[in-house]
C-alpha cells in the first residue's frame, strides 16, 4: 500500500527543479498531485507526464506568483483539476515551494523593485496561498515550507533571498503551534546546493566549488530533497511538527 494514497497535494513551482522531483515522489506514494507552474506551461506538462508514465495521476495549472489575482488564479484552477479528479476540493498536503531565486545582488545594489518582487513571490504569496488553502486542509493535513540552507549561515549577496526564506521558516513556527489542535503539521525543509538543471551547475569549477560545501563532497540532487518533503507528508511524520528539517547534505556541519 503506498504511503499517500487517496490523499491530494499542491507543490508549487512543480514544473522543474525540486518541485518537480517532489510532485514525482508524491505521486508515487499514491497522492493526486496539482502541479502549478508560472510560465513555463510545458516543463509543468511533462512533470505531469513523468508522473503518468510512473503510473500516477498528476494536473497542471499555472498562475504567475506576486502579482494582483495571483492566489484567486491559483485556486481557480486547483479547486478545478480537484473537482474534475476526485469531485471534492480537499487538499491533504500543501508544499509551497515555487520562489524566486536571488542572482546574487550585493546589499549595496538591490533595488525596491527587487527586494519587493522577491518578499511577494517568497514571503506574501505562500502566507497568502496557506491562508486559503486552510479552508481545503482537513484535520490531519501537512503545510512544507521550502525554505533554504542560506537561513543558518551568512551570504551577503543573498541578503533579501535570504531574509525571505527567514521569513517563511517564522510562518512554520507560528502556523505549526496554531494548526495543531487540528492535528495539521506545518514544517520547514532546507536544502542546501541543488542541481536544478540551471545551465550554472554545469560548469566544471562551479560545481566543484559548490561540491565543497556539503559534507558529502557534491551536489544535491532534486529526488534526494523530495524524499525529506515526502517523509513530512505521510503518517510517519505525524509528531513533527514546526521543524526545520536540514536537506543540505551537512552543508551546515561546519
Ligand atoms: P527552480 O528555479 O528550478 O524552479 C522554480 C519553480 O518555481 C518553477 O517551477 C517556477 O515556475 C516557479 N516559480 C518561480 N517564480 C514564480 C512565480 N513568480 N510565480 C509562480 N511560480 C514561480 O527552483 P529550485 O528547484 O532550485 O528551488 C525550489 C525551492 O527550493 C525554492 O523554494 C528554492 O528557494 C529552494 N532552494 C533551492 C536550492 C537549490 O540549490 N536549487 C537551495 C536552497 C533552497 P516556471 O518554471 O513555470 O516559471
Known amino acids: 500500500m503506498n504511503k499517500l494514497s487517496g490523499k491530494t497535494a499542491l507543490v508549487t513551482g512543480s ?18 498531485v496539482a502541479v502549478h507552474y508560472a510560465r513555463n506551461q510545458q516543463a509543468a506538462q511533462e512533470t505531469v507526464e513523468l508522473i503518468e508514465k510512473d503510473g500516477g495521476r498528476a494536473f497542471s495549472l499555472g498562475a504567475e506568483l506576486g502579482v494582483p489575482g495571483d492566489i484567486d488564479q491559483l485556486f481557480r484552477g486547483l479547486e478545478a483539476g480537484l473537482k474534475q479528479h476526485t469531485g471534492q476540493t480537499t487538499l491533504d498536503i500543501l508544499v509551497n515551494n ?12 538591490v533595488s525596491a ?15 497568502f496561498i496557506t491562508q486559503r488553502a486552510l479552508g481545503l486542509i482537513p484535520d490531519g ?10 537561513t543558518r549561515v551568512a551570504n551577503p549577496a543573498q541578503s533579501v533571498y535570504s531574509m525571505t526564506k527567514g521569513a517563511l521558516e517564522q510562518l512554520t513556527l507560528h502556523l505549526a503551534r496554531h494548526l495543531a ?13 541543488t542541481d536544478n538543471g540551471n545551465a550554472f551547475f554545469k560548469i566544471p569549477e562551479v560545481r566543484e566549488q559548490m561540491s565543497e560545501l556539503s559534507a558529502f563532497k557534491r551536489i544535491g540532487e532534486p529526488d534526494e530533497v523530495a524524499d525529506a518533503i515526502v517523509f513530512l507528508a ?6 513533527i511538527t514546526g521543524a526545520a528539517l536540514d536537506a543540505t547534505g551537512g552543508s551546515l556541519l561546519g
Open 234 to 239: 505521510t503518517d510517519e511524520a505525524r509528531w
Open 141 to 150: 493535513g501537512r503545510v512544507i515550507n521550502i525554505s533554504s540552507g542560506l
Open 113 to 127: 523593485e527587487e527586494f519587493d518582487k522577491t518578499f511577494a513571490v517568497n514571503v506574501k504569496a505562500p502566507f
Open 181 to 193: 489542535p487540528r492535528g495539521i503539521t506545518v514544517n520547514s525543509v532546507l536544502p542546501g546546493i
Open 98 to 109: 515555487a520562489a524566486e531565486t536571488s542572482t546574487g545582488t550585493a546589499p549595496e545594489e
Open 15 to 32: 514544473s522543474r527543479g525540486i518541485g518537480r522531483a517532489t510532485a514525482i515522489a508524491l505521486a508515487r506514494e499514491g497522492a493526486l
